[in-house]
């Protein structure tokens, strides 16, 4: 016999709790799954500030890196779209079937499980993309050779590039990046 059922003594079997004191559980549920999903889909928000002109990764660091140097000619604003990792899908699912499977009872609860499921993915996969967008750059140099370069970076504040300005391309391990 587990917590939500009880024993009545004028009759020998067993009942259910009522749904009343279930619907609680049911509740908590949903809002603990919500703030997971919140909580995850905040940590995506950071993933643009590592793909800036001044931002290394561990397997680059102490590494050596060609230096050219040029002259900036333009420079076009562009969105990065950050490889997806499918967080947001799993958690909207997992939030939209319980939701959705607390609503109706029987076989209706089944169905509207399914469908909070397929709502909730769809919307999460959405919203996972918009967090996952950052604001970059399409610098095109003309290094002093007369060959003309561009690389897209991250936008970080501070590092706006405008044609004429004196820049230098670091390149090493397959990365390059546009510096002052």
């Not at 603990?32 to 950071?46: E, F, K, S």
């Not at 990764?57 to 990065?80: D, F, K, P």
Request: aromatic content about 2%.
């Amino acid at each position: 016999m587990n917590a939500s059922q009880t024993r009545n003594p004028t009759r020998d079997h067993v009942t259910r709790a009522p749904a009343c004191t279930r619907r609680p559980v049911r509740r908590l549920a949903v809002v603990l799954a919500g703030l997971v999903c919140a909580t995850t889909l905040a940590g995506c928000m950071t993933t643009g500030s590592s793909l800036g002109g001044s931002s290394y990764s561990t397997r680059q660091v102490r590494t050596e890196q060609t230096v050219r140097l040029g002259t900036v000619e333009s420079v076009r604003e562009v969105e990065i779209q950050v490889d997806e990792a499918g967080v947001g899908t799993v958690a909207g699912a997992v939030i939209g079937g319980v939701a959705g499977s607390s609503i109706g009872g029987g076989r209706g609860s089944l169905i509207s499980g399914v469908v909070g499921a397929v709502a909730g993915g769809v919307a999460g996969n959405l919203a996972e993309k918009n967090l996952r967008r950052t604001r970059g750059l399409e610098i095109t140099v003309k290094l002093r050779n007369g060959d003309l370069v561009a690389i897209t970076q991250a936008y970080e504040a501070g590092e706006d590039f405008r044609a004429g300005d004196a820049v230098r391309i670091l390149s090493g391990g397959g990365v390059s990046r546009v510096t002052r």
